[in-house]
């Protein structure tokens, strides 16, 4: 039964789910679409148009089920014969995110317009994490980011990840003029603190002293002291760990007088960052409590799991004074090492690098997406029934996962790949010459099982980190005008971290400029359990995202902003227009981390080196395959693999 406080929160109103049946419908393959997207074509009357779909997307319902049945290994036991299409390809690509897409485009460049390609996709839309989320709010589109925020990584993009960039058309250099940088600070708005009182005794919005927490505005800058005054009159914290948090930031202490840095690096490089703030600097727990999810959007999870020495790296409190060398030390994650070339290479769409797998699609299939830029592609309106037509070379073919990749014959002289895939409730297969497996390093030892067993093994290893990426629409963002924030660290809650759109206007897109418009909020959560090795820590995670109905993630959206925005007259029930929750159980690719990967501290043979070798007529892509979960090494795994099947 709902309760007053249900009502309050806006959970007794239809609108999500009412939108989540939003703008779905029957152009192409009705007959073929799984449940789910038939039962939001029935409810509908518009096009196929999977972006426009709110309520539970990334991993969405009726994507996933097919390949745990498959891990199962309970499959093949309902799967009735298998219907051969008579489809034979030159290329079939498993997996239709940057990586698959990009596959598909290097073999293409190679291979002619006329090879005949398949790319295959589990989920209702392409580009994998690099998802689209549109809303409507009145006659306005806004338009979110599911997953990939942007072009951006902590190394340089190698010179065929920046071509690739630059063959799609986008003008990396010409970001500034896009972005209006002040907006938010124009208007008194900076990064603040939530703090919760079930976990520091009151609800409390605090203006952040430092950029900690990150903060996807990008222009964080630093404190001018008004912050910390502050924080250290009302942050909700003990006298002592305020005073201790103080000093953490400020004090430029060596805690480790008499070692030289390459063996302080050292030690770091074994010493979680938790460990080193209790042991090392001495902190009151508050203050590690307080750091705990400082790191999770990008490591997915917390102090007690990172490295001292890649906290350093990223910029975390204590580090000023220890007289450590620049440059990274041994066993430090790629995600914790500075550069300052890769820092000026960014791009944010609207719809983050969903953009560049737009891109990709129109080189590939032209008719899908009208429009010949990459700045007319931000408003451009997909055509999905233009993906997968018998009269094109080129066919991306969604809601279907791939079950079997076999050679037709022994794998060292065998001339075609048998592929087949499940595509609702029917399984099918077609044969090609060579076959990219471009999906989750996870799922290939169990579709592709005649690879060597050391190779299953290290695939394995590739499992993803566990996030939900929620966009959620709201009326106008005049609280958080109020409020003096358009970015929230909130250490202890469901999403931990908050941030109103960057403003970006491209093409004919327009940003919210003006607090009374409409816009979309972007939250993160990395769920996770502290405490434990960190592949323990997203293994947990994962099965807590599989299990958590979307109703529970509703209203924990809901009472956050309820509580963190209450104050500045943001009403759920009146103010959110639509939430989509971006389930993504298999997110990042996993990236080496000294205090759990002996092999990164010591060197050798990297599972991901061992887990991309080619076998037989398949080659093996993914960012997972560079272990650097970045859409750069999505694209340079794609190039290598694509020339791995080249070039035999
Ligand atoms: C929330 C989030 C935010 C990110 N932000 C950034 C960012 O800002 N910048 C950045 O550079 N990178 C970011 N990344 C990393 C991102 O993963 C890469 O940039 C890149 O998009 C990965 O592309 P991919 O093709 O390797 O993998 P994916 O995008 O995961 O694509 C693989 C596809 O294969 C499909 N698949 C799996 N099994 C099967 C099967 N059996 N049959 C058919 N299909 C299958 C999957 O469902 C998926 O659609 C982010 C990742 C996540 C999850």
């Known amino acids: 039964m709902p309760d007053s406080r249900d009502k309050d929160l806006g959970l007794t109103s239809s609108i999500t789910r009412r939108d989540f049946l939003n703008g ?12 789910h997207v038939l039962a939001a074509l029935e409810a509908s009357g518009g096009d196929y148009y999977p972006p426009a779909l709110t309520g539970l997307r990334g991993s969405h319902p009726g ?38 897409l990009a596959a598909a485009y290097y073999f293409r460049k190679i291979a002619g317009p006329k090879a005949r390609i398949l790319v295959l996709d589990n989920h209702d839309d392409f580009g994998g994490h690099a998802k689209r989320n549109e809303f409507r709010s009145g006659k306005r589109t806004l338009l979110g980011f599911g997953g990939t925020y942007s072009i951006e990584s902590p190394a340089p993009y190698s010179a065929v990840s920046k071509a690739m960039v630059e063959e799609l058309g986008i003008d990396v250099p010409s970001y500034p003029k896009f972005v209006t940088k002040d907006l938010y600070r124009s208007l008194g708005m900076r990064s603040s603190i939530f703090f919760d009182k079930e976990n520091f005794g009151s609800d409390k919005l605090v203006t952040n ?40 930031c400020t004090e430029k202490k060596d805690y480790l007088p008499g070692v030289n840095s390459e063996e302080k690096k050292a030690r770091f490089a074994r010493m979680s960052y938790a460990k080193f703030l209790t042991d090392v600097v001495a902190v009151d727990p508050d203050v590690v409590r307080l750091l705990q999810t400082a790191p999770h959007p990008l490591f997915g999870v917390g102090i007690d799991a990172v490295a001292a020495q890649d906290a350093w790296g990223l ?27 890769a820092e000026k290479y960014f791009f944010h769409f609207p719809d983050g690098n969903a953009s560049i797998a737009r891109l990709m699609v129109r080189k590939l299939i032209p008719e899908t997406i009208p429009g010949n830029s990459a700045t007319d592609v931000v408003t451009a309106k997909a055509d999905y029934s233009k993906l997968d037509q018998p009269s094109s070379a080129t066919k991306i073919r969604l809601n279907s996962t791939a079950v079997r990749v076999k050679h037709n014959g022994d794998p060292a002289s065998a ?33 592709a099982e005649e690879l060597p067993d050391q190779q299953k093994e290290a695939l394995g290893e590739a499992a993803k980190v566990p996030l939900l990426y929620t966009n959620v629409a709201i009326r106008n963002w005049t609280a958080f005008q109020k409020l003096g924030t358009n970015s929230m660290y909130a250490p202890a809650c469901y999403h931990t971290h908050l941030n109103l ?48 109905k979307f109703e529970t993630m509703e209203r924990n959206i809901r009472e956050q902003l309820a509580r963190s925005l209450g104050l500045g007259g943001f009403d759920p029930a009146r103010d959110i227009e639509a939430i989509t929750v971006n389930r993504w159980p298999h997110g990042y690719a996993y990236e080496y981390n000294s205090l759990w990967d002996k ?46 099947i080249t070039k035999a």
């Open 501 to 548: 759109d960057l403003p970006v206007s491209i093409g004919d897109y327009e940003c919210s400029r003006k607090p009374e418009d409409p816009i979309v909020i972007h939250m993160v959560k990395t769920p996770c359990k502290p405490g434990r090795p960190a592949r323990d820590q997203h293994r947990i995670g994962r099965m807590e995202l599989f299990s958590t």
């Open 63 to 100: 994507s996933f089920e097919v390949a745990h049945t498959v891990r199962d290994g309970t499959f093949w036991q309902d799967a009735g014969k298998v219907n051969d299409t008579g489809e034979n390809y030159d290329l079939v690509v498993v997996g239709g995110g940057i990586s698959g």
């Open 415 to 447: 001339k075609e790949v048998e592929i087949v895939y499940a595509r609702d409730g029917k399984t099918y297969s077609v044969k090609a010459s060579h076959c990219i497996l471009a999906c989750w390093h996870v799922v290939i030892p169990y579709i």
């Open 599 to 644: 092999f990164w501290l010591e060197g050798g043979e990297t599972p991901c080196e061992v887990a991309r070798k080619p076998f037989g007529r398949l080659a093996i892509a993914n960012s997972d395959a560079g272990a650097y979960a970045y859409t750069d090494s999505a694209i340079d795994q794609a190039y290598r693999a694509v020339q791995e």
């Open 315 to 341: 910029g975390l409190p204590g580090f000023d004074g220890m007289k450590l060398d620049p440059g990274p030390g041994r066993g430090m994650n790629r995600d914790a090492i500075h550069n300052e070339e």
């Open 24 to 35: 779905v419908a029957v152009t192409i393959g009705a007959a073929l679409a799984p449940p």
């Open 209 to 248: 002293p430092l950029p900690l927490g990150g903060g996807e505005d990008g222009y964080n800058s630093a404190d001018d002291g008004s912050g910390w005054k502050q924080f250290l009159a009302e942050a909700p914290l003990s006298e002592k760990a305020k005073q201790d948090f103080h000093r953490l």
